[in-house]
């Protein structure tokens, strides 16, 4: 269950971003004054699409998927957010309300910081204003190279490219546990979960993977790149 929990300080923040080391002590204590971190049980809902948007969003630690839903109710896993990400910037300025659902992967942690005040300060300080749009396009390129890294791919490329995200990406491990289902694997980059059973299988077989359960183990990287580069 979601909990409020005491708020650090972000001039004193590990986890900082980047993005605000652009601002000085005055303008991070403004911040500390309108802002809440809550904290997230693995599959609690962060934000539901089609909620109003009243909140800059930042993952301070955990994982998070970016989920959106069609017409015909078929789900889409647009994203991945890991720890340090701005997981709200795909709508924050241009639609009034949240275009996907944000669900926790894992126990996670997000600041919650008032859209006003956000807005506000990019106002008041160019610097500031430049690096965080530097960020939105970020976030918006990444999208879109992933969905073209996937939709150029076969059925094996796909997934090779799944297990290669977490190793590379997400964890810097060989050995993870694989924080979403075989039916998330399909919903992220468009295929049946029988499909996604069938390859992963297939590359158990393969000597590619070891799996246990959601525990995954990278056997040999180097050839799964190698799929991933043939598509």
Not at 7 to 20: E, L, N, P, Q
Not at 146 to 168: C, E, H, M, P, V
Not at 190 to 219: A, P, Q
Request: hydrophobic fraction near 40%; charge should be neutral.
């Amino acid at each position: 269950m979601s909990k409020i929990l005491d708020t650090s300080r972000c001039t004193h923040c590990v986890y900082r971003s980047w993005a605000f080391d652009k601002l000085g002590q005055q303008d991070l204590r403004r911040i500390d004054d309108h802002k809440q971190e809550v904290f997230y049980e693995k599959g609690e809902v962060i934000c539901r699409e089609g909620e109003a948007i009243k909140s800059f969003l930042y993952l301070r630690k955990g994982l998070v998927k970016l989920l959106t839903t069609e017409k015909n109710d078929k789900q889409h896993i647009i994203s991945i957010a890991k720890p340090l990400d701005f997981i709200g910037l795909l709508s924050i300025f241009s639609n009034p309300l949240h275009i996907y659902t944000i669900t926790a992967l894992e126990d996670s942690v997000v600041c919650f910081v008032d859209l006003t005040l956000i807005r506000d300060m990019m106002r008041e300080n160019g610097e500031f204003a430049l690096d965080f749009l530097e960020k939105s396009s970020k976030v918006a390129d990444d999208v879109i190279h992933t969905r073209l890294s996937i939709n150029t791919k076969q059925l094996r490329g796909r997934i090779a490219y799944i297990l290669l995200l977490f190793a590379n990406h997400i964890y810097g491990a060989n050995d993870f546990e694989l924080p979403i289902s075989r039916k998330e694997i399909a919903q992220l980059i468009d295929m049946s979960t029988e499909n996604v059973i069938r390859i992963l299988s297939e590359f158990r077989k393969d000597k590619l993977i070891e799996i246990e359960g959601k525990f995954i183990r990278v056997l040999d990287p180097e050839r799964l790149q190698r799929i991933y580069d043939l598509g």
